[in-house]
């Protein structure tokens, strides 16, 4: 059946290729896997033995690096992912030994509006519904961990609030005074679930719970996933899951995790969940999916462990950072490689016309809504001027000392006369750029971007960082704004003053990276900001602690941990055909 995704969707598409999957034993005989390294889940799904194979392979050395961002995001989407899995097409299509590392979707946005971020057309991954519904479970268990902490929570606050100080010792317990005002965790689920932002627990009687306000977060805004993220091997994940700061008690100190005795029962859930996914794209190649932060909220990164395994294992490794290089790379370069320990050999920075035109001048079209007209129609001046957002991610990208590749993400829609602009541009600036066309054309349609990618992975580069960690807090996120972002200046509202000074008082705290939460959809705090924006200020209205994960989180904006469903949420089209098993309607 010839496959057209001008005709077919993209869980169309994904149905005909899984006939012909390669069944897991096949990847791994492919990657050099032993018997032992390979985890399986069924036929088409599988973990590895992260710990077997960086220990076989660790006199290997290791392939080229090489991460995927992209420009400000448009509600209309960059294809990043798709872009990703396309370029791994591509540069199988040439012979390479390449394999990717990409995040798992969160529930949310694949039942709301964003889709499960399984790339698209002829750049998907599959099997579409494992991956997108859970896979093995690791979500799940990042779920249970989070949550159980908050068991231990506010079973402690009930018990202390019903008992003195004798009947607690007589069960092995110290009062530990938690402020219920300074309960720093909420509770985690994997929907986009805006009714449980604000919710008040403990109702009932003093059998029932202690009384007090809470709160939900979506799970992969969870410090739990981001430390499965960052960890190195399974007794770094466990030394950080013991550090996870859940409320203060009522003179100001920190409760842990290690506090409430709930840390090893905690890292229990994870021991399966540290070790990564394995499935393919549709053309074959494997990809390692593990991990699944979001990055306007956490770090936006798969994780280490999965770069460690996949650099050992094949030539190319391509992962990716969620949503643009003023967010999702940004983190990549200032947290994940620092923490890793590896430097990007290249960074891909995906564009798209119609993006273009949206930070260009064209209206902003609403989420989830027919695409407007003016896209589909060629505007040079909206495309001209949106390359001021393309090239300031490009020069995000330069900072680093890294080498940018940009991609145009081409789409049947756009015309010549637009993509040679961005061309042009590009080559002017002195950047190196490929046009692709994997969403109509699998990885026949990147063999462009797969050549110049190879090519600059052959460039030496100065890997640096942006700032180093014994500069002031409030120094380094003046860095961030004002090199990344493009902000005049930071404004601090008093809470997070507050917490600022609270770390600069701690040594430990004070030597944290920084881990922005902000808009995904502008380079400012304002998502309707479009383009580069000029004269503003960053309003940072709060400062988390993830003394586990190990991050210093100023919070920017209006931005909220927890998203909300929209009115045509994805759910409304998706469905199981009960003759087969088959599920219906992913995208």
């Known amino acids: 059946m010839k496959l057209d995704p001008t005709k077919m969707k993209d869980w169309e598409i994904a149905a005909e290729c899984e006939k012909n999957m390669k069944t897991v034993y096949q990847l791994a005989d492919e990657l050099g896997l032993t018997k032992e390294e390979l985890l399986p889940y069924g036929h088409y799904v599988a973990k590895i ?186 007794k770094d994940l466990r030394e950080r899951i013991g550090r996870i700061v859940v409320a203060f008690d009522k003179f100001g100190n920190p409760i842990t995790t290690e506090d409430l005795e709930v840390a090893g029962a905690m890292t229990a859930w994870l021991v399966d969940a540290i070790n990564p996914n394995m499935i393919q794209t549709l053309e074959g190649q494997p990809v390692l999916i593990h991990a699944g932060p979001f990055a306007n909220i956490a770090i936006g990164q798969s994780s280490i462990i999965a770069d460690y395994v996949g650099l050992k294992l094949a030539d190319y490794l391509v992962t990716e950072s969620g949503f643009a290089a003023d967010i999702g790379f940004e983190k990549f370069w200032n947290i994940k490689c620092r923490l890793s320990g590896l430097a990007p050999d290249c960074v891909v920075v995906v564009a798209t016309i119609r993006a273009l035109k949206c930070h260009g001048g064209a209206p902003i079209p609403p989420p989830g809504k027919p695409i407007p007209k003016e896209y589909y129609e060629e505007n040079l001046e909206w495309v001209e001027k949106g390359c001021e957002n393309l090239l300031h991610c490009v020069n995000i990208v330069k900072k680093s000392g890294s080498t940018p590749v940009v991609c145009i993400n081409a789409f049947h829609t756009d015309t010549k006369n637009e993509i040679d602009l961005v061309r042009k541009i590009c080559e002017e600036h002195g950047v190196r750029v490929a046009v692709s066309e994997h969403w109509l054309k699998g990885g026949e349609g990147a063999l462009e971007l797969a050549d110049a990618v190879v090519e600059a992975c052959e460039e030496k580069s100065e890997f640096r960082f942006l700032y180093e960690l014994d500069e002031p807090v409030k120094d380094r996120i003046e860095k961030i704004a004002r090199e990344v972002y493009g902000a005049d200046g930071v404004v601090y509202l008093p809470a997070a003053e507050e917490k600022i000074k609270l770390i600069e008082s701690d040594p430990e705290l004070r030597q944290m990276p920084i881990c922005m939460v902000k808009t995904h959809l502008s380079l400012s705090d304002d998502p309707t900001k479009k383009g580069v924006p000029k004269g503003w200020n960053l309003r940072v209205r709060d400062v988390l602690i993830y003394r586990g994960s190990g991050f210093i989180v100023p919070v920017a904006g209006d931005i909220s941990l927890m998203p909300g469903t929209g009115s045509d949420p994805a759910y409304r089209r998706i469905d199981v055909d009960v003759e087969t098993g088959k599920v219906k309607g992913l995208f």
């Open 49 to 234: 033995d992260y710990r077997k194979v960086l220990e076989r392979l660790k006199d290997r050395p290791n392939g080229k690096y090489i991460d995927v961002t992209a420009i400000t995001p448009t509600p209309l989407g960059e294809g990043k992912s798709t872009t990703a899995i396309g370029l791994i097409q591509g540069m199988g299509k040439r012979g390479k030994k390449v394999i990717g590392a990409l995040r798992q979707p969160s529930g949310g946005p694949t039942f709301n509006i964003k889709g499960s971020a399984a790339g698209g057309g002829l750049a998907q991954i599959i099997p579409l519904d494992k991956f997108s519904l859970g896979l093995t479970g690791d979500i799940n268990a990042v779920m249970n961990a989070h949550n159980l902490a908050m068991v231990a929570l506010t079973a402690r606050m009930q018990h202390e609030a019903n008992y003195d100080d004798e009947f607690l010792a007589k069960r092995g317990l110290r009062r530990l005074n938690i402020d219920p005002k300074r309960v720093e965790m909420g509770w985690v689920i994997d929907y986009c679930a805006q009714a449980l932002r604000h919710i008040v627990i403990g109702l009932g009687g003093k059998r029932d719970g202690y009384p007090m306000e809470s709160k939900f977060w979506i799970a992969v805004a969870s410090e739990v996933m981001a430390i499965l993220a960052v960890a190195r091997d399974l």
